[in-house]
Every structure is written in C-alpha cells, then in structure tokens.
T-cell receptor, first 114, second 111 residues
C-alpha cells in the first residue's frame, strides 16, 4: 500500500520559533509538493521539488523554505513562525513525466502558531 | 496566481440527486484531475482526463473537459450521504510537473 507520511497530525508552536514539517514517501516518486489549505482558498502550492536538492517556488513561498536531501523525504521549514502561518499543511508525491498521473497525499498537519 | 477556481463553493443536495461542480483554470494543460477530501484529511484521487479527451466516466463519476473554455465539470450521479466531502480539481501542465489545485467545492448530501 502506497504511503505518504507526515511527521505530525497536530502541532502548536510559538511565534518566532523555527518549525520543521517532515514528509516521507515510500513510492520512489521524483516529485514532492507542499501545500497549505485555508478555508475558501483551497490548496495553494508553497514549494515543489522535482529531484533531490531541486526545488521550485510555488504561489506562496514567502516565509517558508524546503529541504530535499534524500529522494523519499521533503521537509518544509518555517524560518520564524508567525500567526498568519496557522493552517493545514499537506504534503504530496507523484511520479514525474507527462504520463504521470495521480498525486498521493499525506494525512495533513494542522499547525497552530500562538 | 495560477490557481483555478471552482463553483459552486458549496452545494447541498438530497440523496439520489445528481451533483455537478465546475472548475475553471488559467493555463494550457496536459491533464486535469479531480480529488476528494473527507473532513480534515488528505486528498484522494478520483479521476483524470487528458487534454485530448472530452469526457470520461468512472462508476458514478462523469468528467467533461472543454479546453477552449479552460473548464471542466464533475458530475456525481445518484449521490449518497457518503459522498459528502470537498472536491478539488487540479491541473498539470506540459512544461512542468507542478500540480495546481482549485479552490474546491464542499458537497453535503442529506439522507
């Protein structure tokens, strides 16, 4: 059974803290994604990685960075957490190429910044 | 933003009725996909339609694609209470493997 696993289901952090959200996939997918989901705004792409150490900015990269040192792991980093980063964060992975099909999602991390 | 939009934002129907939701997108696409999200969980893939296809069926799902209007629709026939969820469209382009999602439609099906 294919799996995308996010390290935490719920997380509470203080303003100014450095926050790491981890995502691991076991499908040997080239592509991995971080999205944030807010009511009425759908899923917005933060960062996309198409290979180890390779990344592209999405629509809302400000305040975030990412790390992909190994193919199976993609980390989202909030350099200095702020209350407007309180949100649901979703990780996904997908195989590469034009024939590529579905993305597989983790269960989500609901982050609250206080 | 490249994000697409879906309408309606919310839809409430009775069991047995059909549910139609629409998706509009902004760029040229390789394919368009529909996903379902149960409350507060990750998304699950439902169906994919390629840019050279106009209609596709899977069980009670029917998807249409009009690339000239940059729009797609998802029809769920004979809906059930278990279909209650949020539904999202996502587009994949030719020149990138990015997957861009829409704003979603919340579907409530009453027994």
């Amino acid at each position: 059974d294919v799996k995308v696993t996010q390290s935490s289901r719920y997380l509470v952090k203080r303003t100014g803290e450095k926050v790491f959200l981890e995502c691991v996939q076991d499908m040997d997918h080239e592509n991995m994604f971080w999205y944030r989901q807010d009511p009425g705004l759908g899923l917005r792409l933060i960062y996309f990685s198409y290979d180890v150490k390779m990344k592209e900015k999405g629509d809302i990269p400000e305040g975030y960075s990412v790390s992909r040192e190994k193919k199976e792991r993609f980390s989202l980093i909030l350099e200095s957490a702020s209350t407007n980063q309180t949100s649901m964060y979703l990780c996904a992975s997908r195989s590469a190429g034009q024939g590529a099909a579905e993305a597989f999602f983790g269960q989500g991390t609901r982050l609250t910044v206080v | 933003s490249q994000q697409g939009e879906e309408d309606p934002q919310a839809l409430s129907i009775q069991e047995g009725e059909n549910a139609t939701m629409n998706c509009s997108y902004k760029t040229s696409i390789n394919n368009l996909q529909w996903y379902r999200q149960n409350s507060g969980r990750g998304l699950v893939h439902l169906i994919l339609i390629r840019s050279n296809e106009r209609e596709k069926h899977s069980g009670r799902l029917r998807v249409t694609l009009d690339t000239s209007k940059k729009s797609s629709s998802l029809l769920i026939t004979a809906s059930r209470a278990a279909d209650t969820a949020s539904y999202f469209c996502a587009t994949a382009s030719y020149n990138t493997d990015k997957l861009i999602f829409g704003t979603g439609t919340r579907l409530q099906v009453f027994p």
